[in-house]
């Protein structure tokens, strides 16, 4: 099957820890993105990338990081300079390398993080 | 830079009745208009979207959006609800010349009670 993997769908941390997520997708897609979602908030975007070893940061890049090495694999990580790191994570991809909006992004099921 | 509002936070709609939910954005163009929907826990999938064209604009599950540039709404409606519909509704704008960056409303979350 075709699709988005994202692990682990649950995440526990420590303060001061740094976290990765992982986001798989077997779509053969080009962009890759990574957003944010706070209760009773709309997704915000933290990076995106539009192709392999090339991304850009988003609304809310500050604290995290990531990298693009392979295009099926755009991980994230959460760093101790997030202030606040608790929230749901979600991965997408879509088809083109231009990231146009007219291609549709495709969501992972997720991954919620908890900072203890 | 475009936003996007949603009045309502939460909808309680009986099973068979109809559902239009309300979706405001701000843009000095016409921008790309996008419904998604969430299920507790899972990630998002499109219902449907609206570029240009026709302003009634038919999605998956039976839904419906209408383009009104002139109340800069993107409403979106079922007229009929079943309870798997219960979920969180997201609205989504994005500008047509700034490619990668969808802004999302708040959401609003459907209960269907029987």
């Known amino acids: 099957d075709g699709g988005i993997t994202q692990s682990p769908k649950y995440l526990f941390r420590k303060e001061g820890q740094n976290v990765t997520l992982s986001c798989e997708q077997n779509?053969?897609?080009?962009?890759m993105y990574w957003y944010r979602q706070d209760p009773g908030q709309g997704l915000r975007l933290i990076y995106y990338?539009?192709?392999?070893?090339?991304?850009q940061k988003g609304d809310i890049a500050e604290g995290y990081s990531v990298s693009r090495e392979k295009k099926e694999s755009f991980p994230l990580t959460v760093t101790s300079a997030q202030k606040n790191p608790t929230a749901f994570y979600l991965c997408?991809?879509?088809?083109?390398?231009?990231?146009?909006?007219?291609?549709?992004?495709?969501f992972g099921p997720g991954t919620r993080l908890t900072v203890l | 830079a475009q936003s996007v509002t949603q009045p309502d936070i939460h909808i309680t709609v009986s099973e068979g009745a109809s559902l239009e939910l309300r979706c405001n954005y701000s843009?000095?163009?016409?921008?790309?208009l996008f419904w998604y929907v969430q299920s507790p826990g899972q990630g998002l999938q499109l219902l449907l979207k609206y570029f240009s064209g026709d302003t009634l604009v038919q999605g998956i599950k039976g839904f419906e959006a209408e383009f009104k540039r002139s109340q800069s709404s993107f409403n979106l409606r079922k007229p009929s609800v079943h309870w798997s519909d219960a979920a969180e509704y997201f609205c989504a704008v994005g500008a047509p010349f700034n490619d990668y960056k969808l802004s999302f409303g708040a959401g609003t979350t459907v209960t269907v009670r029987a």
């Open positions: 990338s539009q192709i392999v070893n090339d991304f």
């Open positions: 843009y000095g163009a016409t921008p790309y």
């Open positions: 779509l053969n897609h080009d962009a």
């Open positions: 997408a991809s879509s088809i083109a390398a231009t990231g146009a909006l007219t291609d549709t992004q495709y």
